[in-house]
């Protein structure tokens, strides 16, 4: 499909246009990912996700470190500080041990979570937080 760019591409869920990256079960892979587009996990990450897409993480799959997106969609395991803008969704497979700063939260019965969840205007804060960092490194 087209892009308003000129590229080629396909829509994400959001209906923009980027990436559409996975890691295969069976694959582990240590070290951080940061992508603009969609990102699949059904292998191992031991390390941190950052994209401005979604990142979804299969049934199969395992994140140990750290995940900052747009949204977010988790069946699998997560020991990891989660920070997401918009939507996280929990699915009844999933179990997540760890931190979360999201917009939304939707729980599935039968998912597990421990750890602790700010939600709504925290992530309004974080934002603006990172452009006054932004602001100040491009002025260092």
Do not use: W, Y
């Not at 994140?63 to 009844?92: H, P, Y």
């Amino acid at each position: 499909m087209m892009g308003k760019n000129g590229k080629t591409g396909s829509r994400n869920g959001d209906g923009e246009f980027g990436a559409h990256n996975q890691i295969a079960k069976g694959t582990s892979i240590k070290g951080d990912i940061k992508t603009e587009g969609v990102l699949r996990i059904d292998g191992t990450l031991i390390g941190s996700v950052e994209s401005t897409g979604k990142v979804v993480v299969g049934p199969s799959g395992r994140i140990d470190g750290a995940i900052r997106c747009t949204s977010a969609n988790i069946s699998g395991e997560v020991k990891a500080k989660v920070i997401v803008k918009e939507l996280l969704t929990l699915q009844a497979s999933a179990k997540l041990h760890g931190e979360i700063t999201t917009g939304k939260l939707a729980i599935e019965p039968g998912a597990v979570f421990s750890g602790s969840c700010s939600m709504g205007g925290v992530i309004k804060d974080i934002a603006e937080k990172e452009k006054e960092q932004a602001l100040a490194e491009k002025s260092a």
